[in-house]
């Protein structure tokens, strides 16, 4: 019961997460669950960032800097994402996705 | 710690400066009653406070804030690449929106926050500094394309827009990380100077994030496989929107690809069979898809993936004279696409139109001078000579056939060939084909006419004096190296 | 080591929750009839779809929380350091807090913060 993870069972961690969002973006048929895979990408990103300023760039910060960033910007998409999503709901009175498509193709 | 190396220089940021704060402007007089009319003027006016800026700066080679902004040539050809798509896209917008009913200040402010994302993303050594300029560039493109709110379509574009273009982040923001691994570096010329050692120690890393960030910046310049959004966003987003995306994303993601593969990873050799299978499926497919559209606004979003793939031609090349013939090439596209979109604009604020082939018909006998710009433009698309388009493909394909890719300029020729056909059915039915009804009046004004004439000027320009026009850029592309 | 208590700890909690269903599962008596399964405590069947009229005030005020909050995140770090850069430090941040405060300007001329 001596275990300590290393770097590559970090990455593996934050890959899983990583296609968990994937999926999620290609999958769920709710706008806002688009959203949250959306979140989950750039979130496996940032915590990407933090496994390799921690293994990496020891004594720097830069990779918990871009982390902050990240969550600065992803609070920024989902705000615009949910002003889009409430407009089409006015419109249309639902968020489904595979009911928005009345563009060709 | 101190800040002495850091050189934090505001002056440098001018350009920057002055966009934001007329934007801010425009939203803040815009929740006034008497302040709503503002918008456009004071629009107009940061775009050209902006470009007299950058002109001023043109010939310096400074970097600043620990080297996350650099203002070399590079940058001041990019930026007033972005500052011309805006102030012609502004010019057509004003008149389409009052048409719509949508004139609303807020678009002006966003017009310009975009750009200034574009700016930031062209100026800067270090893939963080890109990353934030590329969303604060897209953000409002999300809004913009779905700006027209009580039309279904425009609220679909931007849906679409948004999910895909978000997808696209966390793939380049992965990418980034991967590379941040590798290196334990975000600063491209850290990365450049220390390429070697990287990929010694860390290959798959090195690679997996230079993938990751190529299918990133793929999907924003619409290139294929990751084109799908672009016809559907093009159709349904207003049409002076359509007319900046065409454009400024576009150019902007190039700006930050050549920054990130032709100095960062310039000793990446791997990278040039992936860039000709993109470039070779990206030309391929915007154009023979762009045969089959009945939508004037969907031929020309295939006919920008087209485009890109041109431009992806030349990067593919790399070096510098290849990549200074595609930096020529996208002076000159945004000149005749938005010229065409200008057009296309005027003709969509009629009533009642959708933008199709059929609206064209007998647009020669009623205003015979717009259809023959129409026409200019269209031949300039298409490459005929002694238009921009001709030269710019001329220097891509003879760039890539002296770098020893003599397929790839094959099939470069061969695609063009097959554009010349959609981009005259364009031309045959404005002055060829017999109308059924009579073509509906189009209002002009002086903010329209100036757009037509700089779009013109500068398409033709370009074109009649290639070889002054293709060492500045080959002068501003050296500026880095 | 220290894993094995987290691993003690989700073992309880399983087997707590677990553990009071399967014992009402067992010993309760389970006999339906029409009167009790109706819904009590002031619950009425519901009529009609029971989708309630977004108040889409809701949506803007937890928006501008989102937005501030990430503002001060941002503080907390700059706090901690900017007294050895000096007076520049100070300026950046100003601007900063400027720029965020132009949007709340913009978000209360335009009504958002008055819908109670």
Known sequence: MSFSPELHHWLILSTILFSIGIYGVLTRRNAVGVLMSVELLLNSAAMNFLIFNHYASKPFIDGAIMALFIIAVAAAEAVIAMALFVAIFRSRKTVDVTQINTLKG | MNLSGANIDFTLLLPE?????????????????RGKDFGFGLGLFGLIAALAFTVQQWGTLETGFFGMVTKDGFSSLYNIIFLLAGIISLLIAQTYLRAKKIDKPEYYALVLFSILGMMVMASSYDLIIIFIGLEIMSIPLYVLAGFHRFNPKSNEAGIKYFIIGAFASGF????????????????????????????????LLLYAGVALILIGFGF???????????????????????????????????????????????????????????????????????????????????????????????????????????????????????????????????????????????????????????????????????????????????????GGFIWLAIIGVMTSFVSVYYYLRVVVACFFTKADHPFQQVAMNPYLALALIITAVGALGLGLFPSSWIDLSRQAFASFL | MDYFFVALFVGMAFALVGGGLAISYLVAPNRPNKVKSQPYECGEHTVGPSWVHFNVGYYLFALLFLVFDVEAAFLYPWALVFREFGLIALFEVGIFIVILLFALVYAWKKGVLEWV
Not at chain 2, 181 to 192: H, K
Not at chain 2, 265 to 270: L, P
Not at chain 2, 290 to 303: G, H, T, V
């Open chain 2, 17 to 33: 400066i002055s966009l934001a704060i007329c934007g801010f402007a425009i939203l803040l007089l815009g929740v006034t009653k």
């Open chain 2, 172 to 203: 380049l923001l992965y990418g980034i990380a991967l590379v941040y691994g590798a290196g334990a570096t975000t600063d491209l010329r850290l990365i450049a100077a220390n390429y070697h050692s990287m990929a010694q120690q860390a290959p």
């Open chain 2, 220 to 402: 924003k310049v619409g290139a294929v496989p990751f084109h799908m959004w672009a016809p559907d966003v093009y159709q349904g987003a207003p049409t002076p929107v359509t007319a900046f995306f065409s454009v400024g994303p576009k150019a902007a993601g190039f700006a930050a690809l050549m920054r990130i593969l032709d100095f960062g990873f310039d000793s990446m050799d791997e990278i040039q069979s992936v860039l000709w299978i993109l470039a070779v499926l990206t030309m391929a497919v915007g154009n023979i898809l762009a045969l089959f559209q009945d939508n004037i606004k969907r031929m020309l979003a295939y006919s920008s993936i087209a485009h890109a793939g041109y431009i992806l031609v030349a990067l593919t090349v790399g070096g510098e004279g290849a990549v200074a013939s595609g930096l020529y090439y996208l002076l000159g596209y945004t000149f005749f696409n938005l010229g065409a979109f200008a057009i296309l604009t005027i003709l969509d604020t009629r009533d009642g139109t959708d933008s199709r082939f059929s609206e064209l018909t007998g647009m020669a006998s009623r205003h015979p001078f717009l259809a023959t710009l129409l026409a200019i433009f269209m031949f300039s698309l298409a490459g005929f000579p002694p238009t921009a388009g001709f030269f710019g493909k001329l220097y891509i394909f003879s760039g890539a056939v002296e």
